[in-house]
């Protein structure tokens, strides 16, 4: 099984404490689902740097990732299955996922 890497980009974070745990929640009901698929189930992030040959600028790169989770699947069809009912995606969020490759 390989590992797969998903960002969270839009949506926003919630915007009172009934939606964060209306949010927590559905996430908690997604993780349930998937089970031992997700490896990690990863944290929000706050802000951000971009580091380039440039130096270091503070900001974001293109899409900035809200948060990310680990899952583990046979391939990236399959990673992309156990993601289609995210809970962040009905939020008019987008995840993006990837395939993780181990150093030789």
Same mark, same amino acid.
């Given at each position: ?13 919630? +915007?009172? %404490? %009934? ?25 929000? =992030? ?7 040959? %440039? ?25 992309? %299955? =156990? =993601? +289609? ?5 009905? +939020? ?13």
């Amino acid at each position: 099984m390989a590992k797969f890497l998903v960002t969270y980009h839009g949506a926003g974070a919630p +915007r009172n %404490e %009934e939606e964060k745990q209306q949010a927590m929640a559905a996430f908690m009901a997604w993780v349930n689902q998937v089970g031992s698929a997700l490896v990690d189930p990863g944290a929000p =992030l706050g802000g951000s740097a971009v580091v380039s040959s %440039e130096g270091v600028a503070h900001g974001v790169a293109v899409g900035p990732a809200a948060g990310y989770s680990i899952v583990e699947a046979d391939d990236l069809t399959a990673a992309a %299955e =156990l =993601l +289609r009912k995210h809970p962040f995606i009905g +939020r008019g969020g987008a995840l993006q996922v990837s395939q993780t490759i181990s150093p030789a």
